[in-house]
């Protein structure tokens, strides 16, 4: 898929905030889409224009501000949009299918596949979207959130469904570009240093296993037990406590022996 048509399926995804009361938070919920590569942001008769404050908060998504449709109804907001999902943290649904945002990102890229033009609406801080706003939606998400303190930000939950789109349009395009960076940043570090082969790698097992039974550390009885410990800890990605005991024993033993030395 080219470059241009990536950005087109995503340019069919609308994020609609419905008479927004703080212009900070127009800012915000800008950059959790720009991070994301969601571009249309729509405003639904916000209580405050995009402001300077907006602009401060953008952090340098400025360019979805200046691009922003102000409207003044909801009619207009979700004009051309052929299927409109509600950000809601209340779980009635009046009958319509609720989703969790990692059913939403994949149901939102497969419906973008098939050429649907898509709103994802989210309400006002105070009360988030009326009952009348959440009956013309054809699906509902909800972020599981803490129910004890389920209060989330405008601009995070922006953020979370802005990121379950990305993590489908991600899987759909069948590459991950920071993924590519990590592998590309592997191959750069293999040209300056060079690896060591499987004999070298050998050739120090040997050796420490000679260091070890000098200090004390292996006995014949424990011998190839320990070695074959000793082995998985050069190629474990983490240390378990076990490791750790392991490697303080070798020091230890390499202690006494120089102090058994010196005496």
Same mark, same amino acid.
């Given at each position: ?19 927004? &009361? ?16 969601? &571009? ?11 402001? #300077?404050?907006?602009?401060?908060? !953008?952090?340098?998504? /400025? ?12 009619? #207009?907001?979700?004009?051309? !949009? ?5 950000? !809601? ?34 309400? =006002?801080?105070?009360?988030?979207? @009326? ?5 013309? =939606? $054809? ?28 993590? &489908? ?5 069948? $590459?991950?570009?920071?993924?590519? /960076? ?23 097992? !040997? ?13 014949? $009885? ?17 240390? @378990?406590?076990?490791?750790? $005991? ?10 006494? @022996? ?6």
């Amino acid at each position: 898929m080219t470059a241009t048509n990536q950005s087109s399926l995503l340019n069919q995804i609308n994020i609609v905030l419905v008479n927004t &009361s703080h212009p900070g938070n127009i800012g915000s919920a800008a950059r959790a889409m720009k991070t994301m590569g969601l &571009s249309n942001l729509i405003l639904a008769y916000p209580e405050h224009q995009i402001d #300077e404050q907006s602009y401060a908060l !953008s952090a340098g998504a /400025e360019d979805l501000l200046k691009k922003a449709r102000v409207v003044p109804t909801l009619a #207009e907001a979700l004009e051309g !949009s052929t299927l409109i999902i509600g950000a !809601s943290a209340r779980r009635r649904t009046y009958e319509r299918p609720l989703l969790d945002p990692h059913e939403m990102g994949g149901f939102v890229i497969e419906q973008a596949k098939a050429g649907s033009r898509i709103a994802v609406m989210f309400g =006002c801080e105070r009360t988030g979207l @009326t009952n009348e706003e959440l009956e013309i =939606c $054809n699906y509902h998400v909800t972020i599981p959130a803490n129910p004890d303190y389920s209060s989330l930000n405008l601009a995070m939950a922006v953020q979370v469904l802005s990121y379950e789109i990305r993590q &489908s349009f991600l899987k759909y395009l069948g $590459n991950d570009p920071m993924r590519q /960076e990590i592998v590309h940043t592997s191959e750069k570090f293999l040209e300056k240093e060079q690896i060591a082969g499987g004999d070298e790698v050998l050739g120090f097992y !040997s050796h420490l296993e000679d260091v070890l039974q000098t200090t004390g550390f292996l006995h014949e $009885n424990n011998r190839g037990h320990i070695m074959r410990k000793i082995k998985r800890i050069f190629t474990r990605p983490f240390l @378990t406590r076990d490791d750790i $005991n392991i490697l303080r024993g070798i020091l230890s033993s390499v202690t006494r @022996t120089i102090d058994h030395r010196n005496e």
